[in-house]
């Protein structure tokens, strides 16, 4: 069998379902990518073929830019007239196209690539989805249904008002269930898998292994995408935290070179990149910009946070955070180094934020292994009854 795995944004979007691909293919069957051409270099050193379906959404001037208060409308904006508007007619069309010459017997999406699910419908394709937004508040039919619908009558499909072409088949939550948002609970057809390291890798960088055993490591982070619109924030963020008697590791992301951050004190070691699974089991606390993946690898390993929400679904997750007792939570655009020092002592002082972080750690160890999702798959490509082209047999998983 084909499996086409697509995905519309960037890391936060690729990484979720870089798991689920490696387990199909192990499984012996035939996987490939399909997202915006700016991340097919990451997709290959993944170690699958990538192709280039349109839709970008990562900026192309690989610059900082000024930190911006959160603005709900604006994030509102983004969705619907990006995600669910510019960025899903292109890459609806480019989709079709696509599955025309690859033929995939199932397409697998995350849950912002509306266009891939459009795509899938027009052709008679069964798809799943992969949650990627943690909380789960961000994608809300009232939102999105609009420029959704309109694309749908493009390409010859009938209305779908209460977007349950989002849901229908099958939905794959790498979330633990206690995080999830309330408000927006699972549907149905959705089935937990257990979050798992961001990259299949053996070993680090020598480094690692001196991290101090004495006293606790703090790892920075402000993502793959928000890192270039934060302005002085990780400044700050690294003149709060390097007086603290921890060792501090900062990454500045791809584009950042360290340098430009400027010296340091011996005890902080500033890189662009670091994969989560060799650092966050060394760490004692974890300052981040509240992105899904970055909390919920932090959540895996049992890690507290001190967060910085600047935009997208990281306001939601810094929430959900405080609110389970895992979090303390800043305004990126307002807090002083001070601020930031204060906040992390406080996480590292209270033995509560650990123990919270350790019981979501607890959950997350629990939820069934990513290799389970191989057979969900399998009988969702076959539940397509042959003399019912574009019509899937409900899912008995």
């Known amino acids: 069998m084909r499996v086409l795995f697509s995905f519309a944004g960037g890391n936060g979007h690729f990484l979720p379902l870089v798991p689920i691909a490696r387990a199909v293919r192990a499984a012996g069957h035939a996987v490939a990518f399909a997202g915006q051409p700016a991340m097919a270099e990451a997709v290959e050193a993944a170690g699958f073929a990538a192709f280039a379906t349109g839709g970008e959404t990562l900026r192309s001037a690989p610059v900082r830019t000024a930190l911006l208060a959160f603005d709900a409308a604006r994030e509102d904006r983004a969705v619907r007239d990006g995600f669910a508007g510019r960025t899903a007619r292109d890459r609806a069309a480019a989709l079709v196209d696509l599955c025309g010459r690859w033929r995939p017997g199932l397409l697998v999406c995350d849950e912002m690539d509306f266009g891939a699910m459009v ?88 480094w690692l292994a001196a991290l101090p055993a004495d006293r606790p490591v703090v790892y920075a982070t402000l993502g793959t995408v928000f890192h270039l619109e934060s302005g002085d924030l990780l400044d700050r963020v690294i003149a709060g935290l390097r007086d603290l008697p921890a060792g501090l590791v900062v990454t500045t992301g791809r584009e950042i070179d360290p340098a430009a951050l400027g010296p340091q004190p011996p005890h902080v070691r500033i890189e662009r990149y670091v994969p989560q699974s060799l650092l966050l089991p060394r760490c004692g606390l974890m300052v981040s910009q509240a992105g899904s993946g970055s909390v919920i690898g932090a ?59 350790e019981r979501m750690a607890r959950e997350v160890a629990a939820m069934p292994e990513v290799a389970t999702a191989v057979p969900l798959l399998e009988r969702l490509a076959a539940s397509v009854r042959p003399d019912q082209p574009g019509r899937v047999a409900p899912s008995r998983a």
């Open 119 to 206: 795509a899938a419908e027009r052709l008679g394709l069964p798809h799943a989805s992969v949650l990627v937004i943690a909380a789960g508040a961000l994608v809300r039919p009232d939102l999105v249904a609009e420029p959704l619908n309109a694309l749908r009558t493009a390409h010859g499909l009938a209305p779908d008002p209460d977007l349950a072409m989002l849901r229908r088949h099958l939905v794959l939550s790498p979330v633990p269930p206690s995080f999830r948002d309330p408000a927006h609970p699972l549907p149905a057809t959705a089935r937990l898998i257990r979050p798992a390291a961001d990259e299949a890798v053996a070993d680090g960088p020598p």
């Open 299 to 357: 959540l895996a390993h049992g890690v507290p946070m001190v967060l910085l929400p600047i935009g997208a679904d990281q306001p939601a997750n810094a929430e959900r955070c405080a609110a389970l007792g895992i979090a303390r939570v800043l305004d990126p655009v307002g807090c002083t180094p001070e601020a930031v020092r204060e906040a992390a002592e406080a996480v590292l002082a209270d033995p509560a934020y650990r123990r919270a972080a």
